[in-house]
């Protein structure tokens, strides 16, 4: 198992670009999150998705969208990239309730 | 809603001390309680959970952590560290909810630093 893949793992935008996040996971996990790091704040959830075709709003959802299409994917889309965007985004899967999520290796993103 | 309160943002400990990193959490109802460490330029990786239970729970690389309901604390200890235990911890909950989907709200993370 290669558990919880991301794509890239560094990027650089400028402002007002887009792009997407990719992520994948090969555990059959239901319940797939986005989080985003940021020095000193530790991890906030920024969409969550509980299967194919259901997500929903996390803590910090403000300049994002996802989609998941399949068990396995679960893009994260930034559409007008902007300075407060940069930071280091982690994906993560989990079976079920009260089961440890598996973090991806995360997503450097700067944005200038 | 729910929070985790991390006391120290910094912790320097002289390497084959003990070291105890501090956690506590705020809830209305009832939570899962995790430990998780960051290698410099690393993902998440979970050192224990505390689901139910025995209060006391092992983890990997001879950490524990004991959780205290009435104080709503979830402390992380080792007796001896190592070197390679510089590493940023965190500490999260998850809501013991219905639908269990809930992501992990965390601290804002211990930077544990070994000094030879």
């Known amino acids: 198992n290669a558990g919880v893949t991301q794509t890239p793992k560094f990027r650089i935008l400028k402002i007002g670009q887009s792009m997407t996040l990719q992520c994948t996971q090969d555990m059959n996990h239901n319940y797939m999150y986005w989080y985003r790091q940021d020095p000193g704040m530790g991890l906030k959830l920024i969409y969550y998705s509980v299967g194919a075709g259901i997500t929903d709003k996390g803590e910090v959802p403000n300049g994002y969208n996802v989609s998941r299409s399949t068990t396995e994917d679960f893009p994260l889309r930034l559409e007008l990239a902007a300075p407060s965007q940069t930071s280091v985004y982690f994906c993560?899967?989990?079976?079920?309730?009260?089961?440890?999520?598996?973090f991806g290796p995360g997503t450097r993103l700067t944005v200038l | 809603a729910q929070s985790v309160t991390q006391l120290d943002s910094q912790v320097p400990v002289f390497e084959e001390a003990p070291v105890e990193l501090r956690c506590n959490y705020s809830s209305s109802v009832s939570v899962y309680l995790f430990w998780y460490v960051q290698y410099p330029n690393q993902g998440l990786q979970l050192l224990l959970k505390y689901l139910s239970g025995s209060t006391l729970v092992k983890g990997i690389n001879g950490f524990e952590a004991e959780f205290n309901k009435s104080q709503t604390s979830f402390h992380l200890r080792k007796p001896s560290v190592h070197i390679s235990d510089t590493a940023e911890y965190f500490c999260a909950v998850s809501l013991y909810s219905g639908g269990g989907a809930d992501g992990l709200t965390f601290g804002k993370g211990t930077h544990l630093i070994i000094q030879p």
């Open positions: 993560a899967s989990r079976p079920g309730q009260g089961a440890p999520s598996v």
